[in-house]
């Protein structure tokens, strides 16, 4: 099975309610912003990206907010449904730095 | 639509032993990327290559060897497997290499005994 998604923080949310997942992340230099979905024995999927002229940015059931002056990235999904249940984490890069993605949040959706 | 393609999805090898992993893209995509993916830590790259012809160096890049002699091809080589590289092991693809986000393929599961 896949072990990726072990020791890591998880939230539970019920079907149908929102989910909100959050992400610090550290290099203040960073202006570009990724989150992705990885499922069990996927590979990441992107979600949604934002750039930092924004605060916020809006997809299809999913709205990422960016706040920098905490260094702070969340993901918000809206209606959560059980294919919903995965790993999410964010990545951040700019200019010539190399991405660097976090350790992840798990999201169990109960039905 | 293929997207990124990893071969093999599973292997169990035995340490000092040696074996390519492959990646192929259809996308034209000129960045390619290696990444390993262990319990409790984020991903990590290993090399990366801007185009054909070019690669580099990643963060995490010791016991590995790349080439990238077509657009489409990346592959990873394991020179004498050890247990430490026990992991999953993830290609990934973009246009470019800055503020692009990144296509990944379903992995390899790569166990070394």
């Known amino acids: 099975g896949e072990s990726v998604g072990l020791h890591l923080p998880t939230l539970s949310v019920q079907e149908g309610d929102n989910s909100i997942i959050n992400c610090a992340y550290s290099?203040?230099?960073?202006?570009?912003f990724i989150w992705y979905k990885q499922e069990s024995g996927k590979g990441p999927q992107f979600i949604i990206d934002?750039?930092?002229?924004?605060d916020k940015r809006q997809g299809q059931r999913v709205t990422v907010l960016l706040n920098k002056t905490v260094k702070h990235l969340s993901l918000q999904i809206a209606a959560t449904q059980p294919g919903d249940s995965a790993v999410y984490f964010c990545?951040?890069?700019?200019?010539?730095?190399?991405?660097?993605f976090g350790t992840g949040t798990k999201l169990q959706v109960i039905p | 639509n293929a997207g990124v393609t990893q071969t093999p999805k599973f292997q169990v090898l035995k340490t000092g032993q040696s074996m390519t992993l492959q990646c192929a893209q259809d996308?034209?995509?000129?960045?390619m990327s290696w990444y390993r993916q262990d319990p409790g830590m984020g991903l990590r790259l290993i090399h990366y290559?801007?185009?054909?012809?070019?690669?580099d160096q990643g963060e995490v890049p010791n016991g590995y060897n790349v080439s990238r002699s077509t657009t489409e091809d990346f592959p990873l080589r394991l020179l004498s497997a050890a247990p430490s590289q026990t992991s999953v092991y993830f290609c990934?693809?973009?246009?470019?290499?800055?503020?692009?986000?990144?296509?990944f393929g379903d992995g390899t599961r790569l166990s070394i005994l």
């Open positions: 934002i750039r930092s002229n924004m």
């Open positions: 990545a951040e890069s700019g200019g010539y730095q190399k991405v660097t």
């Open positions: 290099n203040s230099a960073s202006d570009y």
């Open positions: 990934a693809s973009s246009l470019r290499r800055d503020n692009q986000p990144q296509h």
């Open positions: 290559s801007v185009g054909a012809g070019i690669t």
């Open positions: 996308m034209n995509h000129e960045y």
